[in-house]
Nanobody, 125 residues
Framework: QVQLVESGGGLVQAGGSLRLSCAAS????????MGWFRQAPGKEREFVAV????????SYADSVKGRFTITREKAKNTVALQMNSLKAEDTAVYYC??????????????????WGQGTQVTVSS
């Protein structure tokens, strides 16, 4: 498994922006599909965005499409989530996740086997 650590969460006003980062240790992320998920209080963990190991394919939840962008920097072994035009309903704990090396894109949390500890994002309205 890959060890993942998220950073960049915080409190922001509606309409503002935040950039989350996910750093890996122990192993390179270069051959892993990477995803971001989030979980609001009392709700199931849900898919946000995913990026292929080559970074040529991405997918987003409809609720964030056009506002969030997922990128990866192989040299730094990191994955980022740029979040713009934030809304109160984006408030959640955001998790970075890695799928096993060589697997295809997936939006299912059950397909990811390494997870970070999460970072809180709070959007005030």
């Amino acid at each position: 498994q890959v060890q993942l650590v998220e950073s960049g969460g915080g409190l922001v006003q509606a309409g503002g922006s935040l950039r989350l980062s996910c750093a890996a240790s122990g192993r390179t992320l270069s051959s892993h599909v990477m995803g971001w998920f989030r979980q609001a209080p009392g709700k199931e963990r849900e898919f946000v965005a995913v990026i292929s190991w080559s970074a040529d394919s991405t997918s987003y939840a409809d609720s964030v499409k056009g506002r969030f962008t997922i990128t990866r920097e192989k040299a730094k072994n990191t994955v980022a989530l740029q979040m713009n035009s934030l809304k109160a309903e984006d408030t959640a704990v955001y998790y970075c996740a890695a799928r096993g090396a060589g697997w295809a894109l997936s939006e299912s949390k059950d397909d990811f086997d390494s997870w970070g500890q999460g970072t809180q994002v709070t959007v005030s309205s």
